[in-house]
Structures are given as C-alpha cells and as structure tokens.
C-alpha cells in the first residue's frame, strides 16, 4: 500500500465539511454548548491538516501550518 498525501488531506477537508455542515442534535442547554464547542475544535484539527504543507524528512511525514493564516 502506497500512501498518498493528497487524497489524505482531501479526506480530512471532506471531514472538517462534514463537521460544519452536521445538523444539531435536539438538545440544549450544557449538552448543545458542549456539542457547539467539540464541532468548532473538530473543525480546527480537520482544516489545520488539510490545509498544511508537508514534507517527508528522514522516513517522518512533517506538517507544517502557519499559525497567523
């Protein structure tokens, strides 16, 4: 099996959309801030992914995400 960065960080876009667009679940109060605050940090770690460069060093796959963008 050969990996490939591209469709990898594809996948992870395809799940940062997925978290933005999912439906809110019939809660409230604590339970919907709390589901509020978990999509918005999935969100983050799914776009800072796929939205990294990348390069492979000495057998290590290296992201790098510029913080200020």
Do not use: H
């Not at 919907?32 to 460069?53: C, G, H, N, P, T």
């Not at 990348?54 to 200020?68: G, P, S």
Request: proline share 4%; net charge negative; glycine share 2%.
């Amino acid at each position: 099996m050969t990996f490939n960065i591209e469709e990898f960080q594809n996948r992870f876009k395809e799940r940062a959309e997925a978290v933005k667009n999912r439906p809110m679940p019939p809660i409230g109060g604590d339970e919907r801030l709390a589901f509020i605050k978990q999509a918005e940090k999935d969100y983050q770690d799914y776009m800072i992914i796929s939205d990294s460069v990348f390069e492979i060093t000495e057998d290590y796959l290296v992201f790098k995400y510029k913080l200020d963008s």
